[in-house]
C-alpha cells in the first residue's frame, strides 16, 4: 500500500484528530496529521487500520525520539554482521531468534 492510500484509509476510519494532543485537523492544516506505524513497520498496513494511529507532527516527531533506539536498533539489525562483535550480551542469542522471525515476516520486502 502506497503511502497516500493508508493515509487517506486511515483518515477515513479514525477522527481527525492527533490520537496525543487531542488536537483536531481541518483542511489545510489536515497536512499536519500524518500516520503514524504502533509497530513503526510502516509496511504493515492492516486496512482495518490497527496499526495506525493518527498523530500531528510534532506528536509523530515525540513518539519517534522516544522509541527511536530500541525501535531502530531492531530495524537496522540486518547490517549487524558489519559491527565489530566486542558487545557479547546473554541476550545476543535471543536476539538472533527474534531476528531470524522478523526476516520471515518481512518477506515481502523490497
Ligand atoms: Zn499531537
Ligand atoms: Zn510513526
Redesign the pocket.
Known sequence: MKKEEYRNQALKIFPRVCAKCGREFSGKKLRELTV??KD?NYQNNPSDGSNWEL?CLYC?DN??SRALEAAWQGAQDSNDEKKPAAKHTPFADLMKLVRGSDHQAGGSRK
Do not use: G, I, R
Request: aromatic share 0%; proline share 0%.
Open positions: 503514524h506505524h513503526h498523530l509523530h513518539e519517534h
